[in-house]
């Protein structure tokens, strides 16, 4: 095992790509899971604070500790497994989500999670419950998760597996391997009615499993995990298409959305069913338009769109998704096809360097991520959406909006020139988290709570609520030490 306690070896641990900093003594780089439990038994006895920390990638402040101490998981790295008979894998939490995707494809299977960043840990994805373009027809990482191994706050392990713990109503009981039982107590809430990342998973008969997938290192280590893999598509059309206006691009989205339920409905194999629809503004476009010379100088926005196809029903696919464009007036004639891999990297990389320019920008003016993760029902979507963009316009803030708009996701991101505007776009932000609880919708739809958001959980749920999620932490980290600071303020966590 590796520890670090030298300021300058410690520094990259201090951080994630929000920019948001902190501060701890010591880093400690486990090798195993039973490293893991020494370290975990003794800060347990010390009442030390711990903090898991993944590849940095992160956008809300969830690996950066305050105060007591860091394990970086960087070392358990391994893929253990591929089975391509039952199709899953069984992977160490620090295997990096590109690396990972590329091996299962050498075995022509597909792990669907996929966040923007490709660069993050498996572990981090399962602590934030990750999604990504293909959220729209596969679901986020939650779906996926068959095993996992957690050590809990005091050492000892738990094996989790599907249908082994399930909740009798909202009662839920789990048994670590040394024969301790917990009794948890899961709230009664109305989850929203969209892909969601805030808060503790809580649903009537839920599994074990769904408890700690999206909790944020605040309740167990995950050690290893097994996860479920599906057939790799025979191809993917992948095409971004350019709108002269935006409200032609908008209604593009929503006739490719409902064709994809309806599809789905029908459980038809020759029509319309997106693999991922992505939206990016005027602004967006602008932001990279230096790096893109195809943009077209009158594109006011662009839609990323995937399909999968095969041999047989490639051509009408393409045909129907073309008669889709024509029919909301996109720019057929500046349209960006992919026909290879490459170019369909290409295509993603255009998305991403959106996100990359953002944390330059960031980074080059000294403040930290004032970017939304916000998901409402569907029927509400245009409603929340000009809601941001008014908000922006009236206060003049300078403001950039993409994001998963076939999932009714979007990513709002703020651009101060300094601390004094930032502080002018923390109300314009609030604004918008409160207009998307009052529409059905979360907080949070991929990136987490982490520390920088558990105001807009608590606007979310309520003080009664997020006690109840308080208390299932108090019962299985009685000490408090892991992810001190995630999802809750503190003060929830005191003791009576």
Not at 75 to 102: D, G, H, T
Not at 461 to 484: H, Q, R, T, W
Request: charged letters at 25%; aromatic letters at 10%.
């Amino acid at each position: 095992m590796i520890i670090k306690t030298s300021p300058d070896e410690i520094q990259n641990y201090l951080v994630d790509a929000s920019n948001f900093t902190g501060y701890c003594d010591t880093v400690y780089l486990p090798s195993n899971e039973n490293e893991i439990i020494e370290i975990l038994k003794e800060s347990n006895s010390k009442k030390q604070k711990v903090t898991i920390a993944g590849n940095g990638t992160g956008l809300s402040g969830a690996r950066v500790p305050q105060g007591g101490i860091v394990i970086s998981i960087e070392k358990m790295n391994k893929i253990l497994e591929i089975n391509p008979e039952s199709k899953y894998a069984i992977v160490e939490p620090a295997v990096i989500l590109r690396e990972f995707q590329s091996k299962v494809r050498e075995y022509n299977l597909l792990y669907p999670p996929d966040p923007t960043e490709k660069n993050c840990f498996i572990g981090g994805t399962l602590s934030t419950n990750a999604s990504g373009e293909k959220t729209f027809k596969y679901g986020s990482t939650r779906v996926y998760v068959e095993k996992l191994d957690i050590v809990l706050a005091d050492g000892d392990q738990l094996k989790l597996e599907r249908g082994k713990f399930i909740a009798e109503g909202y009662e839920l009981t789990i048994r670590t391997e040394n024969g301790k039982e917990y009794k948890l107590q899961i709230p009664i809430i109305n989850m929203p009615l969209t892909k969601n990342a805030a808060g503790y998973y809580c649903k009537k008969d839920m599994d074990a499993i769904d408890l700690f997938v999206g909790s944020e290192g605040t309740l167990g280590i995950i050690t290893k995990a097994q996860l479920k893999l599906v057939p790799h598509p025979e191809k993917i059309i992948s095409c971004i298409i350019f709108f002269d206006d935006e409200r032609d691009a908008l209604q593009f989205i929503s006739d490719a959305r409902n064709k994809s339920y309806q599809t789905r409905i029908d459980k038809s194999n020759n029509t319309i069913d997106a693999l991922a629809l992505e939206f990016l503004d005027e602004n967006s476009l602008n932001f990279i338009k230096e790096d893109y010379k195809q943009i077209p100088s009158n594109a006011k926005a662009a839609v990323w769109f995937e399909q999968e196809v095969n041999k047989d029903n490639e051509e009408q696919l393409f045909d129907s998704w073309m008669k889709l464009v024509y029919k909301n007036k996109g720019d057929e004639e500046n349209a960006w096809f992919a026909m290879n891999e490459k170019e369909k990297e290409e295509i993603q990389g255009l998305r991403h360097n959106v996100s990359l320019k953002v944390a330059d920008y960031l980074s080059q003016n000294n403040v930290k991520k004032l970017g939304t993760d916000s998901a409402v029902p569907d029927e509400n979507f245009m409603k929340f959406y000009y809601f941001c963009t008014e908000e922006m316009k009236k206060n003049k803030f300078n403001y950039i909006a993409y994001g998963h708009f076939g999932n009714s996701h979007l990513h709002m991101n703020m651009l101060p020139n300094n601390e004094e505007e930032y502080n002018k776009g923390e109300i314009i932000y609030r604004n918008i988290y409160r207009k998307a609880v009052e529409l059905g919708g979360t907080v949070s739809a991929e990136h987490g709570i982490g520390k920088l958001k558990t105001e807009y959980l608590l606007n979310m749920f309520g003080e009664k609520v997020i006690s109840k999620m308080a208390g299932i932490k108090k019962i299985l980290d009685p000490n408090l030490i892991l992810g001190v600071g995630n999802i809750f303020n503190e003060k929830f966590l005191k003791t009576n």
